[in-house]
């Protein structure tokens, strides 16, 4: 993934097919889902450690997301001051003209989860469960590893948990997880009061050793 801030307001992320398909998402998954697409580009906001300069109350975000011939999927993310009517989240692509991404698909599948914390009493239950995740092959997503006293957390993005197959990531966290959150605020509090162990794909790398 490489990121590049060409102005003040402005931040172009690019990252290839491949790079996209390990978040098990697709470009047909942005397309036609409004919700995952704009999860996926607060997650990539996020991942670049702009999140709080870009984020901001009375700020609104204009994207464009394209891909080309060259195996490349670009998210160019502008921030516009004082401008509320302009919340527009825009997709494109060489076959397909722009549209509006806000608005919900009227046949997009029922599921919900809302929790993207999930707190362990030590290590080792989180390699056990990034074993057994391996194994089954289950959906991972885009996950970062806090530690805090005695305790772990696992973060995920919020793209992860939007997207369809968190639900059979959601059961067997919980199988594992002491506790899970919801909350915005816990999730800003962990970042600012825990160590960062392992960012954006802890279970992955954690399942290479487990």
């Not at 697409?37 to 997301?65: C, Y």
């Not at 509006?100 to 993207?116: G, M, W």
């Amino acid at each position: 993934m490489k990121i590049e801030k060409i102005a003040e307001n402005k931040v172009r992320i690019t990252l290839t097919i491949d790079e996209l398909s390990q978040r098990q998402i697709t470009l047909k998954d942005i397309e036609q889902d409004s919700v995952m697409a704009q999860d996926l580009f607060l997650d990539l906001l996020e991942e670049s450690d702009l999140n709080d300069e870009f984020i901001a109350e009375d700020s609104q975000l204009f994207v464009e997301a394209s891909s080309d011939n060259e195996n490349l999927f670009v998210v160019t993310i502008t921030k516009i001051d004082y401008m509320p009517e302009i919340s527009k989240y825009t997709v494109k692509n060489k076959s397909q003209s722009k549209k509006t991404l806000n608005k919900p698909k009227h046949n997009s599948p029922d599921y919900t989860v809302a929790s993207s914390i999930y707190k362990f009493s030590s290590l080792d239950l989180i390699l056990d469960l990034s074993s057994k995740i391996k194994e089954e092959n289950i959906f991972m997503g885009t996950n970062s590893l806090y530690k805090h006293k005695e305790n772990y957390f696992l973060v995920f993005g919020n793209a992860s948990i939007k997207n369809k197959k968190f639900i059979k990531t959601f059961a067997i966290l919980s199988e594992y997880a002491s506790e899970y959150y919801a909350s915005d605020l816990y999730k800003t509090l962990i970042n600012e009061k825990c160590q960062l162990i392992i960012k954006s794909r802890a279970l992955q790398q954690l399942a290479k050793i487990s």
